[in-house]
Antibody, heavy 126, light 109 residues
Framework: EVQLVESGGGLVQPGGSLRLSCAAS????????MNWVRQAPGKGLEWVSY????????YYADSVKGRFTISRDNARNSLYLQMNSLRDEDTAVYYC???????????????????WGQGTLVTVSS | EIVLTQSPGTLSLSPGERATLSCRAS???????LVWYQQKPGQTPRLLIY???SRATGIPDRFSGSGSGTDFTLTISRLEPEDFAVYYC??????????FGQGTKLEIK
């Protein structure tokens, strides 16, 4: 059974830092790209960051670029999000999500997030 | 950036009725890259439809997706009580890599 379990959320002051973790199990972690997606209280979903299985491609939303760093440790089956210079507007539940696609001839189709963790709440407030 | 606009914002229907949710893109999106998710209160998002029309594993056949170009639709043929939730469309492509629509809340009338 695929499981994704986030941890590391909490209350932090503006300008502070936090490191989120996502522990994966039930699948070959290194074979899958992963994402972080966040949801502010009462709001919709916002994609945050993406990393390939081998960490050779990384992308960020403009809203977090230069402040957040995504990484992974395939030996530990873990995904991370280092969040620095936190702002009030970063307050949200942060989900990790598995990225899956059907790929052929170097092109990938039908990209989707098929498994999501339960989320971890990050609150940025003084 | 490709912006996805979902309508209506809130849809009030009764169990047994048909629901039609719209997702409009600001520029053309490949059908291969259009996805729908369901999120119930206090729960994590759940994959419903990918590739605009393919149902994810375990999704009942009362859920269907259609559309192409800039206009996509999620249809629930006969609403069950457990279908009342928020629905999001998502697309892949360009920068940012992924964008979500703002969501449609499907509520019991």
């Amino acid at each position: 059974e695929v499981q994704l379990v986030e941890s590391g959320g909490g209350l932090v002051q503006p300008g502070g830092s936090l490191r989120l973790s996502c522990a994966a199990s039930g699948f070959t972690f290194s074979s899958y790209s992963m994402n972080w997606v966040r949801q502010a209280p009462g709001k919709g979903l916002e994609w945050v960051s993406y990393i390939t299985g081998s960490s050779d491609a990384i992308y960020y939303a403009d809203s977090v670029k230069g402040r957040f760093t995504i990484s992974r440790d395939n030996a530990r089956n873990s995904l991370y999000l280092q969040m620095n210079s936190l702002r009030d507007e970063d307050t949200a539940v942060y989900y990790c999500a598995r990225d899956v696609a059907d790929c052929s001839g170097g092109t990938c189709y039908e990209i989707r997030f098929d498994y999501w963790g339960q989320g971890t709440l990050v609150t940025v407030s003084s | 950036e490709i912006v996805l606009t979902q309508s209506p914002g809130t849809l009030s229907l009764s169990p047994g009725e048909r629901a039609t949710l719209s997702c409009r893109a600001s520029q053309s999106v490949s059908s291969s890259y259009l996805v729908w998710y369901q999120q119930k209160p206090g729960q994590t998002p759940r994959l419903l439809i990918y590739g605009a029309s393919s149902r994810a594993t375990g999704i009942p056949d009362r859920f269907s997706g259609s559309g192409s170009g800039t206009d996509f639709t999620l249809t629930i043929s006969r609403l069950e009580p457990e279908d009342f939730a928020v629905y999001y469309c998502q697309q892949y492509g360009g920068s940012p890599r992924y964008t979500f629509g703002q969501g449609t809340k499907l509520e019991i009338k």
